[in-house]
Nanobody
Framework: QVQLVESGGGSVQAGASLRLSCAAS????????VGWFRQAPGKEREFVAV????????YYSESVKPRFTITRDNDQNTAWLQMNSLKPEDTAVYYC????????????????????WGQGTQVTVSS
C-alpha cells in the first residue's frame, strides 16, 4: 500500500502562509482519496480538507475556508495544503491521510474513514 510523508511545516507569524506537502511512495496516489487533518495539543484530531482522486472534488472544514486550499498532482504523486492568512488557532500537527477505495462523490470528514496516515508535520503560528 502507499506510504505518506508530510513536509513543509514550520513556525510562522500570524498572517503568513505555508504550503504542506504529502508525498506518496509505494503505490500511485491516484487511486486514493486524500485528506488533511490536524491535532492541536490537548485536543482531538480534526478534519481540515479532502480531495477526490481526480482533484475535481474538494471539501473543507468551515474553520479553514477560504484560507486553505487542497490540491494534488497524481503525476507527481503528491498532494498539498496551501495555508494562507494563518492564525494562532491553526497551530497543530498536520497529518496527511488516504482512503483505500471510497467514492469521490462523498466527503470523508471522519478520521476513521482513512486507513493510511503520514507521520505529521508541526505548524506553529504565533501572534
Amino acid at each position: 500500500q502507499v506510504q505518506l510523508v508530510e513536509s513543509g511545516g514550520g513556525s510562522v507569524q500570524a498572517g503568513a502562509s505555508l504550503r504542506l506537502s504529502c508525498a506518496a511512495s509505494g503505490r500511485t496516489l491516484s487511486t486514493y482519496i486524500v485528506g488533511w487533518f490536524r491535532q492541536a495539543p490537548g485536543k482531538e484530531r480534526e478534519f481540515v480538507a479532502v480531495i477526490g482522486r481526480s482533484g475535481s472534488h474538494t471539501y473543507y472544514s468551515e474553520s479553514v475556508k477560504p484560507r486553505f486550499t487542497i490540491t494534488r498532482d497524481n503525476d507527481q504523486n503528491t498532494a498539498w495544503l496551501q495555508m494562507n492568512s494563518l492564525k494562532p488557532e491553526d497551530t497543530a500537527v498536520y497529518y496527511c491521510a488516504a482512503i483505500t477505495g471510497g467514492s469521490d462523490s462523498y466527503y470523508y470528514t471522519r478520521d476513521h474513514h482513512y486507513d493510511i496516515w503520514g507521520q505529521g508535520t508541526q505548524v506553529t503560528v504565533s501572534s
